[in-house]
T-cell receptor, first 112, second 109 residues
Framework: DTGVSQDPRHKITKRGQNVTFRCDPI?????LYWYRQTLGQGPEFLTY????????KSRLLSDRFSAERPKGSFSTLEIQRTEQGDSAMYLC??????????FGSGTQLSVL | QKEVEQDPGPLSVPEGAIVSLNCTYS??????FMWYRQYSRKGPELLMY????GNKEDGRFTAQVDKSSKYISLFIRDSQPSDSATYLC?????????FGAGTTVTVRA
């Protein structure tokens, strides 16, 4: 399968714990995006990378959130000191140049 | 006001019917328009992509864009139970996708 891969698919954690998600984009895609989706809503933009450079972050991305894309390959999204409001589906997408974004299956986070 | 407005439905139709989905947007800077299909607990899947006003067909799917009215539509002909999903409109500005809330469609066998 050469699509966007996300790991884990599901994560249950207790409030206050740190969590990290991984995304492997489609090979040769230079842009990588993170989105968050809550029930009944469309995905909301969090941040994106062009190669290894993080070019934009949404104001939704508080200082508890950090994302990296070392060497312009896979990416990680870390949430520190999780809160119940962080419960959502975290989606990763990749694109070549920028117009057509292809999404992974997402990581469903539940904060208890 | 959200940049992209989409009626969340839900929409229920009998098998074989035409499904009609719509979105409006407020920012004329949007350049590219897409429709994604999302099954429960899955990521969005790109269905249709267009950048100009007019119609684009792909099999049973037709995407329509009217930039003057800031209005986009998706039509699904001969709908099947497997088309039951949430359909999200999306549009790009500055390399970021903005999504509608999604319309949940159920096609009854």
């Amino acid at each position: 399968d050469t699509g966007v891969s996300q790991d884990p698919r599901h994560k249950i954690t207790k409030r206050g714990q740190n969590v990290t998600f991984r995304c492997d984009p489609i090979s040769e895609h230079n842009r990588l995006y993170w989105y968050r989706q809550t029930l009944g809503q469309g995905p909301e933009f969090l941040t994106y990378f062009q190669n290894e450079a993080q070019l934009e972050k949404s104001r939704l991305l508080s200082d508890r959130f950090s994302a990296e894309r070392p060497k312009g390959s896979f990416s990680t999204l870390e949430i520190q000191r999780t809160e119940q409001g962080d419960s959502a589906m975290y989606l990763c997408a990749s694109s070549f140049i920028g117009e057509k974004l292809f999404f992974g299956s997402g990581t469903q986070l539940s904060v208890l | 006001q959200k940049e992209v407005e989409q009626d969340p439905g839900p929409l229920s139709v009998p098998e074989g019917a035409i499904v009609s989905l719509n979105c409006t947007y407020s920012n004329s800077a949007f350049q590219y328009f897409m429709w994604y299909r999302q099954y429960s607990r899955k990521g969005p899947e790109l269905l249709m992509y267009t950048y100009s006003s007019g119609n684009k067909e792909d099999g049973r799917f037709t995407a329509q864009v009217d930039k003057s009215s800031k209005y986009i539509s998706l039509f699904i002909r001969d709908s099947q139970p497997s088309d039951s999903a949430t359909y999200l409109c999306a549009m790009i500005r500055d390399y970021k996708l903005s999504f509608g809330a999604g319309t949940t469609v159920t096609v009854r066998a």
